[in-house]
C-alpha cells in the first residue's frame, strides 16, 4: 500500500560566493538563484534556514569605501536579505574566517586560506577582536542580527554552520558559541570525512541521527548536553547506484551548469573531495571497496540521484543546498517533489518554535 505521508524536510542553504581564481559574482552566486528559490518556495508555503557567510559581508563593508562597485554588491545583498526575514525564513550564522585575510584588487578576490577554519584564530577571549575565535563569532552574530532587526526586531541568531564543515575540535568552539546563545549546530554529516590541509574533517564516528545532543565533542552523545547537532542528511549508496550515477553523470547530464558563472556539474560521488584527481581504475576499485555516502543536497545532482535521496532520506532530515550550484534542472527537481506533495520543507526555527 502506498504511503502518501508528507516527508519534512529542513532546508538549509549556504548564502555565499565560490572560493578559488573564479569567485564568481554576488549576482550570480547568490542573488539571482536565492531568488528563484524563495519564490519556490512561496509558491508551496515552505520556509529554509539561510546560513549567511557573514565574513564576506564584513570584508564588503570594510573595503566598499576605497571599492564603490563593492557598494552594489552590499546593498543587493542587505535588501535580498531583509526580503527573505519578511518572508519568514530563517537567517543563521555561516564563518568562512579566510575572509579575514581576503584581498581585493582589479575587481577580483585573492583568498589567503591558510585562515580556512575558525580554529585559526587566537583562542584568548576578546569579543572586540575578530581574530579572536571569541571576537569572531561575538561580531559576526551581532552583524547579522543588526541587518535581519531592521526587517524584524526579533531575530536571533541561534544556529551555526561551520565554513568547509570545519568543527572539529569543537571544544575550541564551546565557549565562544555559548556565550553568544548559539546552542544548535548543523555542520557535521554521517560517514564523511575529508583532510586536506587546512580543511579537515572527520564525520565517520558520529551518531547516524536527525538530532543529537552532545558537549565538548560533536562525535559524542550527551543526553545532558547543552548543544544540539542537526546533522545533514547522508544516506549508503551500492556500488551499482554509484556507477550508474557516473555513467549518467557522463553522459545524459554532462553539459549541466549551474546560475553560478555557469560552472559544469561536479562528480560527487565519493566523500572525499579528492576523487576527481585520480585514476580512472583508481576510481573504479575505490567504488567497489569503500562505503559511499551520499549528502542530502540536490547541489550538482541530476533527476535519478535527487529521487533516490529523497526517497531514502529520514523525515526531519536535513538538506543543504548553496544556491550558486542551482540551475534550472535543479530548481524542477525542487518543484517537482514540492508539487506532488512527497516532502515539504520548514526551517530550524520552524522546528524549534513547534517544539517550544
Known sequence: MRNNRIKNIILTIDYEVFFGEKAGTVDSCMIRPTKLLSDLLTKYQSKMTVFWDILHYWKLIELAPRHPELTEDLLKIETQVSEMV??????????????????????????????????????????????????????????????????????????????????????????????????????????????????????????????????????????????????????????????????????????????GEDMTIENTMRTDEDYPRLSFLSKLISTFWEPRFIMLTPDNFFREKFDYLVKSAKDGAVMILHPKYLNEHTLGLLEKHLGTGRISFSSLNEKYKNNG
Not at 578576490?109 to 561575538?138: A, K
Open 86 to 259: 519578511k518572508a519568514g525564513h530563517d537567517i543563521q550564522l555561516h564563518i568562512h574566517p579566510h575572509w579575514l585575510d581576503t584581498s581585493y584588487d582589479q575587481g577580483k578576490w585573492n583568498f589567503d586560506l591558510t585562515g580556512y577554519r575558525l580554529h585559526s584564530l587566537s583562542p584568548s577571549v576578546e569579543p572586540e577582536n575578530i581574530r579572536s575565535i571569541t571576537g569572531c563569532i561575538t561580531i559576526c552574530k551581532n552583524l547579522i542580527e543588526s541587518v535581519c532587526r531592521k526587517s524584524n526586531p526579533d531575530h536571533k541568531v541561534i544556529a551555526f554552520r561551520a565554513g568547509g564543515y570545519c568543527i572539529q575540535p569543537f571544544s575550541s568552539l564551546e565557549k565562544p558559541l555559548a556565550g553568544n546563545g548559539i546552542f544548535i549546530d548543523s555542520s557535521v554529516c554521517y560517514g564523511f570525512r575529508f583532510d586536506h590541509g587546512h580543511h579537515s574533517y572527520d564525520f565517520t564516528s558520529i551518531p547516524d541521527k536527525t538530532e543529537y545532543r552532545f558537549q565538548a565533542e560533536v562525535e559524542s552523545e550527551d543526553p545532558r548536553g547543552n548543544f544540539i547537532e542537526l546533522p545533514i542528511g547522508s544516506m549508503k549508496a551500492s556500488p551499482f547506484q554509484v556507477l550508474w550515477w557516473a555513467f549518467l553523470l557522463r553522459t545524459k547530464y554532462k553539459d549541466l551548469g549551474s546560475f
